[in-house]
């Protein structure tokens, strides 16, 4: 099982800044103090040096003890000998140290030798003879060591901040940049079919990622206009139509036979019915400007009910309202108007006559329509809302009645519901809409019925 990293940006930044800071945290210290150890050695290097050559000077001028005796000591913890070519002592002054007498070579040219915590420097002289001045690091004197550990020690606490504030300086810039982000990401999620005309920011983004919103944004630019040639298109062949029906109703009544001649204006009619809501159906995609307005949708319901009964009663159907109560929202008429009836239609249309088809308003900004037709298969109900869609019958409709439906209820922030009507019997579908003074998702004009 492979394990990565974390996803998200701020999580990416972050871990990679607790690293860099744990490797720092966990090096530096070491480095600085190999760096400190070094000059500090330099810096012993060259005062024992010094201290040497002041006693090579006066030893051809005096003798080695009146030499060693006379020059100043410029460090702590610091021995002062004079050795012949025998490693013999001539001369001492300070503790004795009889091994690192026996280490120091005796060369022609000064040698710096070091054991353990004692440092030397053998400085050749006249007449065979060696200056040899060591120094204990451990002595108390020497504060040398003291400092560079003081240093470390001083050098670990201020560390320690800046490896906390390493990765919250990471976590605060990513976080910034990852809600210019976000902003852009809640731009992109409200555009839809009527909001196609919003667009991602540009100037906010990070240089890096705003490529990506000029590619969306032309993709948005070339898809709001085949949204808007398809709506156009749609409605342009909705209305050439209209014409030749209209004139093939008329001369319908110089057909003679009664029985061709009903027959022919049902299916006329049925298509100017489909021609209306594939009109219908374009007014709601097409995106047009806001035009809500306040409704009562008891009002409204018992104004198309009281329209629709002829037709209703006249095909063996019984239709009731139960509106009890005023029901006020914000919303658009029309496209309610056009809802109501595609259901009631619908009801009409696939079930038998001696069926009641009852309308309901409320509770709140709902309405429903119902009846107590033959039962529907559960695989039918989930995709009944589809466009076009007509279960496989020959039953008259073209199958966007529905659809239009669910896109009224989605123009109003609501949803549209398919169940089986009371008992289990035909069909009940529920338009939920916005509750009073709430903003749809996305506008929609009213639709003329």
């Known amino acids: 099982m492979r394990i990565g990293g974390p996803r998200s940006l701020i999580g990416q930044f972050v871990l990679l800044h607790a690293l860099v800071a744990l490797v720092a945290a966990a090096t530096l210290p070491f480095g600085v103090a190999v760096l400190l150890h070094r000059v500090a050695h330099h810096y012993q290097r060259e005062v024992l040096k010094r201290q040497a050559e002041a006693i090579a000077v006066l030893l051809p001028l005096r003798d080695p003890v009146r030499a060693v005796a006379s020059v100043d000591v410029i460090a702590g913890g610091v021995t002062l000998d004079v050795v012949d070519a025998g490693r013999h002592v001539l001369a001492e002054r300070g503790p004795a140290r009889p091994t690192m007498i026996a280490a120091v070579p005796l060369a022609a040219r000064p040698r710096i030798v070091r054991r353990g915590p004692l440092a030397a420097v053998s400085w050749p002289a006249q007449g065979r003879r060696w200056v040899v001045v060591s120094q204990d690091d451990a002595a108390p004197e020497v504060v040398t060591d003291d400092i560079v550990r003081t240093f470390l020690k001083r050098f670990a606490l201020l560390l320690l901040p800046l490896t906390l504030l390493i990765p919250l300086a990471g976590y605060g810039l990513t976080r910034r940049l990852t809600r ?227 896109r009224v209820a989605q123009a109003h922030g609501g949803t549209l519901r398919l169940e089986a009507g009371p008992g289990g019997r035909g069909l009940s579908a529920r338009l939920t809409l916005a509750p009073t003074g709430t903003k749809p998702l996305d506008g929609a004009a009213g639709t003329q019925r």
């Not at 590619?215 to 040639?229: K, P, Y």
């Open 180 to 406: 210019r982000m976000q902003a852009a990401a809640d731009i992109a999620a409200v555009i839809g079919p009527r909001t196609l005309d919003r667009r991602l920011p540009r100037d906010t983004l990070p240089a890096e990622v705003e490529p990506l919103a000029v590619a969306t944004n032309a993709a948005l630019d070339r898809l709001e206009q085949s949204f808007a040639a398809q709506a156009a298109f749609a409605a342009d062949v909705a209305h050439e139509l209209r014409t030749p029906l209209a004139v093939i109703r008329l001369r319908l009544d110089a057909v003679g036979d009664p029985d061709a001649r009903r027959a022919l204006r049902a299916e006329v009619d049925r298509a100017a019915r489909v021609i209306e809501q594939l009109l219908g159906l374009a007014d709601l995609e097409r995106p047009m400007e806001d035009a809500r307005a306040p409704v009562d949708l008891g009002a409204l319901a018992e104004e198309v009910v009281a329209e629709r009964a002829p037709a209703v009663l006249a095909h063996g159907h019984r239709i009731a309202l139960d509106a009890a109560a005023p029901t006020p929202m914000t919303g658009f008429a029309g496209a309610i108007v056009l809802a109501l009836e595609n259901l009631i239609d619908n009801a009409l249309r696939h079930t038998p006559p001696g069926t009641r088809i009852a309308v309901t308003i409320g509770p709140g900004a709902q309405l429903s329509v119902a009846d107590d037709g033959p039962r529907i298969a559960a695989a039918d109900l989930a995709r009944m809302a589809e466009r076009f869609w007509r279960g496989g019958t020959a039953a008259e409709g073209s199958g966007l009645g529905l659809s239009i439906v669910a």
